[in-house]
Nanobody, 119 residues
Framework: QVQLVESGGGSVQPGGSLRLSCAAS????????MAWYRQAPGKQRGLVAQ???????NYVDSVKGRFTISRDNAKNTVYLQMNSLKPEDTAVYYC?????????????WGQGTQVTVSS
């Protein structure tokens, strides 16, 4: 019912920048929260940034001041601008949205996009 397609990953040197995009289709709208998670090798997937209705944003402490999440509701697309990248930002990044249906929470995920920060 909901499809998320990510793009924009790649390899960059420390201090560089990347912008991730996630295009949503299906039963999703501006009222649905959207988020970026990441998973590094050997680690659990964790929240990086979230944007909810009204444009309120939330970030994990390690990316505050470096990453910016935004959304274009007309395009149903969420972005993650990543600046001053560090090697520890290396991970697979996943787009996520939550849709409530009949009182049940449904999480939808994109396929993931690799971000590698290395000199």
């Amino acid at each position: 019912q909901v499809q998320l397609v990510e793009s924009g990953g790649g390899s960059v040197q420390p201090g560089g920048s990347l912008r991730l995009s996630c295009a949503a289709s299906g039963r999703v709208s501006a009222v649905n929260p959207m988020a970026w998670y990441r998973q590094a090798p050997g680690k659990q997937r964790g929240l990086v940034a979230q944007i909810i209705s009204g444009g309120i944003t939330n970030y994990v402490d390690s990316v505050k001041g470096r990453f910016t999440i935004s959304r274009d509701n007309a395009k149903n697309t969420v972005y993650l601008q990543m600046n001053s990248l560090k090697p520890e930002d290396t991970a697979v990044y996943y787009c996520n949205t939550v849709v409530w249906q009949s009182g049940a929470r449904n999480d939808y995920w994109g396929q993931g996009t690799q971000v590698t920060v290395s000199s």
